[in-house]
């Protein structure tokens, strides 16, 4: 706990005024809980996201390809899929930039499709554009998109106790961990990925920095970008 997240914690939860619970929340940042599920909130490319029910918490690299992939939406009517959807921000940040988007949300945990309803009404956006429904991985996905956006738990088990304890014992161990090497997921993914993609459609997959190689051996066509750090961060796929 550091002087930054007190200010940052007043200015977002209690700039109104400290009440009875910043004691409590003092507490909490003492035990090591991320900031962000304290404030309950954070902003993701003019999103308001939610954090009640304890998503994966919106990373920056994250925020970087979502970013690329809204703007190449621009304005155009386009079906999308957030798959792995966990807060559901990337999608939500879609529907809120681009007015003639709809997009379909897919996640495995019940709990957090709650908490991409929730983040959908907080952010206004109107029933017909979007869809929310149980999916594991592609097993409920009938239709084929335009866009189709992707991060899945990607973080290898053999790599846990490198992790930062705060993520460890605070984040959803199904929202990190993609089995032994991290690619369990990925590997589904990439596999399947093209059968939903409309002719011209592209996929966003976010993987770690480390798996760049492995991935290669697996997707032969994809291209592969940096994020802001100029780490390996996530491949776009482009149905021919």
């Not at 996201?49 to 970013?67: G, N, Q, V």
């Amino acid at each position: 706990m550091d002087r930054k997240e007190i200010n940052w914690l007043i200015e977002e939860k209690y700039k109104k005024g400290i009440t009875k619970d910043f004691e409590k929340d003092i507490c909490r940042l003492k035990n090591g809980e991320p900031i962000d599920y304290i404030i309950g909130f954070v902003y993701f490319l003019k999103a308001k996201i939610d954090l009640s029910y304890k998503p994966l918490i919106p990373r920056p690299e994250t925020e970087f390809w979502a970013e690329k992939a809204v703007k190449e939406t621009g304005k155009k009517e386009v079906l999308c899929l957030d798959l792995f959807s966990g807060s559901g921000c990337v999608g939500v940040a879609v529907l809120k930039n681009n007015k003639n988007a709809k997009v379909d949300f897919g996640e495995i945990d019940k709990n957090l499709l709650k908490q991409i309803k929730l983040n959908l009404n907080i952010n206004k956006i109107k029933r017909e554009r979007y869809n929310v429904f149980y999916s594991d991985i592609f097993s409920k996905i009938k239709k084929k998109y335009d866009y189709i956006f992707a991060n899945p738990p990607y973080i290898p088990e053999k790599r846990k106790n490198k992790v930062q304890k705060s993520v460890i014992l605070f984040e959803k161990k199904e929202a990190l961990f993609g089995k032994e090497d991290g690619l369990f997921y990925i590997r589904i993914f990439l596999k399947e990925v093209r059968k939903h993609l409309k002719k011209g459609g592209r996929a966003y997959l976010e993987f770690d920095s480390s798996q760049k190689k492995e991935i290669e051996k697996i997707e032969k066509e994809a291209d592969f970008y940096r994020d802001q750090y100029g780490k390996w961060r996530f491949l776009i796929i482009s149905k021919k």
